[in-house]
């Protein structure tokens, strides 16, 4: 987070948190969180957004940080997000269950996902139990493709 730059403060739980402006997309209240049964630990539930399913996943497991930030009374404490870059995820055939780091993330095509700048491990898996792992470099600016084939 550059000095001088809008960014939005929020917090979570106790802990306060701000991001970059262009590094947030939109803002949408949660009116209602559907669970998901035997959903793994990082998925919060399903919500309809005009009309649009989107899966709610624990930020930690994407930006890959845990920040403690201890706050004084009446104080204030600047948190820098880390980087972000963008990865695109398809499959074929697309009846997978797409994985980020060992996190259960969606099913194809994952567009435009928003995940901290780095080295990232993409697991495909089938229904019929197949798997492949790729390797995803993810940099800021710059889109990654990832495509996972069960061949």
């Known amino acids: 987070m550059s000095r001088g730059g809008a960014c939005l403060l929020f917090r979570l ?64 404490a600047g948190v820098e997000a880390p980087r972000l870059g963008r990865i695109n995820i398809k499959a074929n055939p697309d009846n997978c269950e797409v994985f980020i780091d060992g996190a259960f993330v969606d099913y194809p095509p994952i567009l435009d996902k928003a995940v901290a700048v780095g080295t990232h491990n993409v697991a495909f898996k089938w229904p019929d139990g197949t798997r492949r792992d790729e390797q995803a470099e993810v940099e800021a600016g710059s889109p990654s493709y990832v495509m996972g084939r069960k061949d």
């Open 13 to 76: 739980g106790d802990r306060p948190f701000g991001l970059p402006l262009d590094q947030v997309g939109e803002i949408a209240p949660v009116e209602r969180l559907h669970p998901v049964p035997l959903a793994p630990r990082p998925v919060l539930g399903l919500m309809n957004l005009r009309g649009q399913v989107i899966t709610l996943v624990a930020a930690s497991y994407f930006l890959r940080s845990t920040v403690a930030v201890n706050v004084k009374p009446e104080g204030v």
